[in-house]
């Protein structure tokens, strides 16, 4: 069975620090996809980015970065330069089977607070 | 495209009344899925469609809940009889690969 854990509950940084949001997860299939999505306080689900099984290169999307390690089953998701507006909960989610058909496994979520 | 489309965004109810939530997907996108998000249990999925067919519904969490999607652009929620148990936020997705989720309904069941 998939399993996804967001150890971190609850995370509080000042605006501008760096902060990595920890992602472990648990499958037994050699094909399947990693998600992050976050969640800010008006409470929509939003997507941030897909990575699949066989695509372990960083990946870098403005103050965004993202770091898989299959060695280590973690898909760790890293904010330069926080903003306020950072401010959500994330949540890291898991499909098998290549991902096109079945079902998301979600983390607990990460709150993070970014304070000013 | 406005994306997945939930209605009603808020939904309060008494307990014992039926409750019916609606989706409409993205035009397009071949499958569909309802999730229930709570404090205690977080994010989970209910049913999923594909083709407007029920693929798994393992998901649901008994015969009071029921869904069906009888056009590309369109399913249904329903709860009956509703419970407080029952009260948390319904989020409906189309296409999981990069899953589009629609706004969710907030259902408060008193």
């Known amino acids: 069975a998939q399993k996804v854990t967001q150890a971190q509950t609850e995370i509080s940084v000042v605006e501008k620090e760096d902060v990595t949001l920890d992602c472990v997860y648990e499958?037994?299939?050699?094909?399947?996809?990693l998600f992050w999505y976050k969640q800010p306080p008006s409470g929509e689900l939003v997507f941030l980015i897909r990575?699949?099984?066989?695509?372990?290169q960083n990946e870098i999307s403005g103050r965004y970065s993202w770091n898989f390690q299959k060695s280590t089953s973690s898909f760790n998701f890293t904010i330069t330069a926080s903003q306020v507006v950072d401010s959500a909960v994330y949540f890291c989610?898991?499909?098998?089977?290549?991902?096109?058909?079945?079902?998301?496994?979600f983390g607990k979520g990460t709150l993070l607070t970014v304070n000013p | 495209d406005a994306g997945v489309i939930q209605s009603p965004r808020h939904e309060v109810t008494e307990m014992g009344q039926e409750v019916t939530l609606r989706c409409k997907p993205i035009?397009?996108?071949?499958?569909l899925f309802w999730y229930r998000q709570t404090m205690m249990r977080g994010l989970e999925l209910l049913i999923y469609?594909?083709?407007?067919?029920?693929?798994?519904d393992s998901g649901m969490p008994e015969d009071r809940f029921s869904a069906k999607m009888p056009n590309a652009s369109f399913s249904t929620l329903k709860i009956q009889p509703s419970e407080p148990r029952d009260s948390a936020v319904y989020f409906c997705?189309?296409?999981?690969?990069?899953?589009?989720f629609g706004q969710g309904t907030r259902l408060t069941v008193v």
């Open positions: 469609f594909n083709n407007n067919v029920p693929i798994d």
């Open positions: 035009s397009g996108h071949d499958y």
């Open positions: 990575r699949n099984s066989f695509d372990e």
């Open positions: 989610a898991l499909s098998e089977r290549g991902g096109s058909n079945y079902k998301l496994t």
């Open positions: 499958t037994r299939d050699t094909t399947y996809y």
């Open positions: 997705a189309s296409r999981p690969v990069g899953a589009f």
